[in-house]
């Protein structure tokens, strides 16, 4: 049975929104590092994210561009991104881009 927390969210919505919590961080880790958004270690958080929405479907190199243009374009998205770190939504954005080109083109 899930548990369901006092602001409604279950154990697993938890635990989703925590994994996306850290693997931002570690992104804002690697960005204020200087860590180029193709680099080898960007590439591979990157790849955690695509992993978790290929079981269900595949998704192709134009629609997963969609979502790293999302991290920008999208007011609330955005938003999040640079509350974590400022440049970051831009470096997901790129890092997906060059994730997209490397693997799924």
């Not at 931002?24 to 180029?36: F, P, S, W």
């Amino acid at each position: 049975m899930r548990k369901q927390a006092h602001d409604g969210t279950t154990d697993d919505e938890y635990l989703i929104t925590l994994k996306v919590l850290q693997q931002m961080i570690r992104l804002a880790e690697l960005l204020v590092a200087g860590t180029h958004a193709d680099a080898d270690y960007v590439e591979a958080e990157v790849h955690a994210p695509y992993r978790a929405v290929s079981p269900f479907r595949t998704v192709t190199a134009d629609e997963y561009r969609a979502i790293g243009r999302s991290c920008t374009e999208n007011e609330q998205w955005r938003a999040v991104y640079e509350t974590i770190a400022p440049g970051l939504s831009t470096y997901q954005r790129d890092a997906i881009e060059a994730y997209a080109t490397t693997r799924l083109s």
